[in-house]
């Protein structure tokens, strides 16, 4: 009597419980070659996630590279194939090595979706779980990402991973993991500690790897990335997946999306600025990439911070940063600066900051709070004209005036720059950030920022004037025709009274002259019960009192409305007459009780 096999079986579920190498359940959906079943074959092969093709005689084996894999490349399917050598108890001859390299290398050689290779003997149980278990290794730790059997290196990808990682663990910036840094590594990835022996294990395998490399001052990069290949070459990927998805990298290499865009809302008419976390990062990350200890990130300097980043965010490359913010007679922009650039950018853009803290590596001081926690959201400001100060540490100004006004020239002084007698029109927006000190010893933040050819777009456009605190009319005072643009601008758009204003004269070292206007500027303010103009000059060392004013007046805006009559009047005596007649009222109902009581 013969035992009669069925063509296939049924479908087995291993649940996670049972040796997988993570929390997954396995299915394992047996198929038939039978050109019959092809259709079921189809459709079974486009769902799986792992192909174990199996085959046991010479003629089985030639079809893998005849039939099997071009066919599923025919299908379209990208899943790995683990490629499996079964009823090796019946083979007599020929060492494990000498099948793999004569079988099984020059295969995946030419097909190089195949993960990985095994003998095995369902007969004598050999090597039955390990097959599954790479089954399980090939879906939750692919080695085809990170390693190229044929050239015999890490792909670049996993390089450019693998040198991020690196980065954010060599705290000091020295180019070395020391033995506390590949401790603090070692225990991050694989929460267990790493013993003297076992570094200097990995020291003596690197140090023959790279035939007697100097790890005197401990691990470099290029150590690091050998360390990996080695890990990959020993089949070990699934240690290299470990370290990767601890520093938040996806199976496609790049960083998880939540993890460099997590959800960070700004409500209407608020603002987001940097948490003191947010700023004490920075800071340090200036301190530790200011190698020269000048004061100032030169380009060398800024590149090697950058490293683990795409590069400078946009914005800055659109601004023509280091320029929008304070340099030092170098040209280097100072930590000042530096402050004052990731104020601008968490302002303007707080998702673009959220995103370069993620590749930069920060880390919350409380390791449970989110990469959010950096930023903070300001009240909203909808109430204007409430008299109070608002509490907030970054204020966005836009500068309005006539052309050849000396806009320019102030966002300069407004950097500590030198002057410019040359005239140079300014055609796109130009923005520059630095901090003012208020009246009190606060430090917040001016965004200064002139509209250039964009100006009526940009006034016409609410959305851009609700991110705005305040307004700076700028006219210059020898010039007879400069004031009339600021009349023309607020008749053309009423809208701008709902922002506060400071109204400023440029050029008070020339002659002054009249203005061909129905008012002279202070009469106009006048009328509208606004302070007059603050006249300044970019040459005087006084011109640091104009950005105070500016910051107070975005700080309590209140201060910086037109008013009607009826807004000047004093109200003092309305407040007292109402103080006593509360008072009487109060009293009058005391001494009712009191009758009551009486009787």
Request: hydrophobic letters at 35%; one cysteine or more; proline letters at 7%.
């Amino acid at each position: 009597m013969t035992n009669k096999i069925q063509p296939v079986l049924p479908q087995i579920t291993i649940p996670p419980s049972i040796g997988t190498p993570e929390n997954v359940t396995t299915t394992i959906v047996d198929t038939s070659a039978r050109p019959q079943d092809r259709t079921t074959l189809r459709k079974e092969i486009r769902k799986c996630n792992v192909i174990l093709l199996v085959y046991a005689d010479h003629y089985s084996y030639e079809r893998v590279a005849l039939f099997w894999m071009p066919y599923f490349r025919s299908l379209g399917v990208n899943v790995p194939v683990v490629l499996c050598a079964n009823k090796s108890d019946l083979v007599g001859q020929g060492s494990t090595s000498q099948v793999v390299e004569e079988e099984m290398l020059p295969v995946m050689a030419e097909f190089r979706e195949i993960d990985s290779c095994i003998r095995t003997s369902a007969r004598e149980h050999r090597n039955v779980n390990e097959v599954f278990f790479l089954c399980q290794k090939a879906v939750t730790h692919p080695i085809a990402p990170l390693f190229d059997y044929k050239e015999g290196h890490l792909k670049p990808a996993c390089v450019d991973a693998l040198k991020r990682i690196f980065y954010l663990c060599d705290k000091n910036q020295d180019g070395y993991l020391d033995n506390q840094e590949m401790r603090d590594f070692q225990s991050r990835c694989f929460d267990k500690p790493l013993t003297d022996d076992d570094l200097d294990n990995i020291k003596l395998s690197l140090s023959k790897a790279l035939r007697g490399a100097d790890l005197s001052k401990g691990i470099d990069l290029r150590s690091f990335l050998q360390l990996n290949k080695m890990y990959a070459e020993k089949g070990r990927h699934e240690t290299i997946w470990i370290i990767l998805r601890k520093y938040h990298h996806t199976d496609s290499l790049s960083l998880e999306e939540n993890f460099l865009h997590p959800k960070f809302e700004v409500p209407e008419f608020c603002s987001a600025e940097l948490s003191p976390a947010g700023y004490r990062f920075f800071v340090d990350l200036f301190l530790l990439f200011d190698k020269d200890n000048d004061g100032g990130l030169n380009d060398e300097e800024l590149e090697a911070l950058f490293a683990p980043t795409p590069g400078l965010p946009p914005s800055w490359s659109d601004s023509a940063f280091p320029s929008s913010t304070v340099r030092n007679e170098g040209g280097y922009i100072t930590l000042q600066g530096w402050l004052a650039q990731w104020s601008m950018t968490t302002f303007l853009e707080p998702k673009t900051t959220l995103e370069y803290l993620a590749y930069l590596g920060f880390e919350p001081p409380n390791p449970k709070d989110p990469i959010t926690s950096a930023l903070k959201v300001t009240k909203p400001r909808k109430r204007r004209r409430r008299p109070g100060r608002v509490e907030r540490n970054v204020f966005h100004c836009y500068i309005l005036g006539a052309s050849g006004a000396g806009k320019s020239s102030l966002l300069d002084a407004f950097l500590n720059r030198t002057f410019d007698g040359l005239y140079h029109p300014t055609i796109k927006p130009r923005r520059a950030v630095n901090s003012v000190e208020l009246p009190g010893g606060k430090q917040v933040y001016l965004i200064f920022e002139e509209l250039g050819e964009l100006e009526p777009a940009i006034l016409e456009n609410q959305a851009k004037l609700d991110a705005c605190d305040l307004l700076c009319y700028a006219y210059d005072s020898s010039d007879p025709d400069s004031f009339s643009h600021i009349v023309d601008i607020r008749k053309k758009h009423p809208q701008l009274d709902e922002l506060p204003s400071v109204y400023t004269a440029l050029k008070a070292d020339r002659d002054k002259t009249m203005q061909r206007s129905e008012l002279q500027p202070d009469q106009y303010t006048s009328s509208l019960n606004m302070s007059s103009p603050l006249h300044v000059s970019v040459t005087w060392n006084s011109i640091s009192e104009l950005f105070v004013a500016l910051a107070e007046a975005a700080a309590n805006p209140s201060t910086a409305f037109p008013k009607s009559d009826d807004d000047m009047i004093d109200r003092t005596s309305l407040y007292l007459t109402l103080g006593a007649t509360a008072c009487a009222a109060i009293a009058a109902v005391m001494i009712w009780r009191r009758s009551t009581n009486a009787m």
